[in-house]
């Protein structure tokens, strides 16, 4: 353990302690940060969190069991309502309590970041790269355009279909497709809010993601979820798990393999966008099982 203190105030006893906490969490050290200051806790500003110091994500994810059962019944007549992705985000959005309060906490969060200092900014921005888990974190670290060729792809596998390409129907491909291997599971690609997790038409099971700026992620293929709406999650976190062969849907049609496969689309305002530029450059063609 190590205590900085000083019988002075103003003489940088706060930033001292939130640098080596930095450093050190980069040197691969487990850290933990208390702020014992009477006149107010400091370390949440320098650190770049706007929240109050209470783990947020787990308070706004803390539901009781009836009141889950009841969303989920809801979300699921939504569903089964909405005639497109737009649709269905807006229902989610406007009619599911746990969505909706994620989802104006949030924005408070981003707007909350735009008034943060540039010492502040560099503090928070560190502290996201050290990869120290930040529970009192509701927002993205990042806004989603600056994470082009940053992004990791939900599974590991081959690439069958891109965006564009011909999607068997006669049309364009409004996302990608990849093929993996049974149980494998499926990560975050982002920091994102979960606006929807469940079955939608022909998509099968799928997870929607509020990455911020008005970009949303849609996941579907999976076999089971292990995340639900309203949910704040953390880019690498688990989200579902892939079954053992290929479920039938319309974004699979056409496709000569029986092994999973994971159907990724990006949405910028409700508009399907190509989503090759915020993946990272590495080989993407060798599959993986990563259960």
Known sequence: MIAIGSGKGGVGKSTVSANLAIALAKMGKKVGLIDADVYGPSQPTLLGSTTKPVAEND??????TAELEAEKQRSQELASKATTLESLVASMETEIASVRDAAAAARQAEENRKLLTDEQRAQAKALADSGVPDKNRIAPAYP??????KLELPVAGDIL?????ADGTGHEAMGMTVATNPETVVTAPADGLVVFAGAFRSYGQMIILDAGDGYHLVISGMDTISTRQGKFVFSGEPLAVMGAK?????????????????????RKDGKPVDSRPWWTAKDTGKARNDS
């Open 161 to 165: 279909r891109q965006f564009g390409d």
């Open 144 to 149: 989603f355009g600056e994470l082009k060729a």
């Open 59 to 64: 308070k706004l994810s803390r539901t009781n």
């Open 246 to 266: 290929r479920v039938a849907s319309a974004t699979a049609l056409a496709l000569e393999t029986d092994r999973p496969t994971l159907y990724i689309e990006f």
